[in-house]
């Protein structure tokens, strides 16, 4: 039977797996980060309307430059982040994996590089791979976080086209501190001009505040978000970035003609019109997050200090081991490969509290 070892795959995709987590059929799945709360009637029922106008022209080619949507997405970054963002600042793309993807296209490819501090997402260097981008592992710190002077020291070493900084991280939950981001930025300037990407995912469950700030002044310094998860929007794959009108233009270059659909726009028109709800929902997933934080410590485990909608905690003897004892009571968490780590998505409090009882008595065990 063929397999993929006998087609003429490119050599730096031999022997990688792609990118994925296990979808269960269990009562209570906390391993992929998702919103929880469903969104409410009455965005769905805006979304339906929204939809339904769109719906009328699906006979012609959506707007290709998403002008409405990316002129809400800078609004919405203004209100939040108190940084002045504009319509030529924004780009939008099919979740923040393709704005990855776009950026990589730009400004990587083959012959050039880029580098992360892992563990990180993952995503970073399977989509430098699979866009010829050589892919550079830095270092970080016991605790997970990054240490200064040895990603600078790398930086200036591998001199990359691309330096990838994901705050909060994920999968360890950890923000990187702004002065650690302006010191690898100076760093990358200065081995050669090369883009910084940050990438925050995650930023609206943090107890910090945005880096959008630091784009002034900054030309080849990018952020990227998601409506995936703040927005409770994963099933939509609306991604975006905020960066200097150049790197906007840049872009384009490399994006596919139309490749927002109508619907997705129209979707997320309607969705950024629900804001403040949606918002309130992350507020009460912070304090879930916070709680999973406290408890898991109360009953002994580690816990990485956490700004997103997860919390990584261990540490064991066997990680994967804990997963399926903690699968074996009906909850679901995501065993990334870290050893001695496990990480939980913060869910309903039924949920959380279901997961911290299979914990609760995993512990009571071990210590029997």
Partial sequence: ???????????????????????????????????????????????????????????????RDAVELRTQLAKYLTDTSGHQVGLANVWAANGSNE????LLQTFGGPGRTAIGFEP???????????????????????????????????????????????????????????????????????AKPSMVVVDEAYIEFSHGDSLLPLLEGRPNLVVSRTM??????????????????????AVQLVRLPYHLSAVTQAT????????????KYVEQLKSERDRLVAELRAAGYDVVESDANF??????????????????????????GIPGWLRVSAGTPEENDA??????????????
Avoid: C
């Fill in 99 to 102: 704005v990855i993807q776009q």
């Fill in 311 to 336: 919390v990584q905690f261990g540490r064991f003897e066997d990680s994967h081991t804990t997963w399926q004892q903690i699968l074996d009571r009906g909850v679901l968490v995501r065993d990334n």
């Fill in 355 to 368: 997961f911290l009882d299979a914990v609760r008595e995993i512990k009571k065990e071990q210590s029997a």
């Fill in 120 to 190: 990180s997402y993952s995503m970073h260097g399977l989509i430098s791979r699979g866009t010829g981008t050589g892919w550079i592992s830095g270092p970080r710190n016991d605790d997970f976080t990054i240490d200064v002077e040895a990603a600078t020291k790398a930086i200036a070493e591998h001199r990359p086209d691309v330096v990838f900084i994901t705050t909060p991280n994920n999968p360890t939950g950890n923000a990187v501190p702004r002065e650690t981001v302006l010191a690898l930025y100076e760093a990358a300037q200065a």
């Fill in 268 to 279: 997320a028109l309607a969705a950024l019109e629900h804001t403040d709800t949606l918002l």
């Fill in 228 to 249: 995936s998860k703040a927005f409770g929007a994963a099933g939509l794959r609306l991604g975006y970035l905020a960066a200097h009108p150049a790197v906007v233009d």
């Fill in 1 to 63: 039977m063929t397999g993929i070892d006998d087609l003429p795959v490119r050599d730096e995709l031999r022997g990688k797996s792609p990118y994925g987590a296990p979808q269960l059929d269990v009562p209570v799945r906390l391993n992929t980060n998702e919103n929880p709360y469903p969104l409410p009637e009455p965005l769905v029922e805006r979304i339906a309307e929204r939809v339904r106008e769109a719906a009328r022209d699906l006979n012609r080619y959506p707007d």
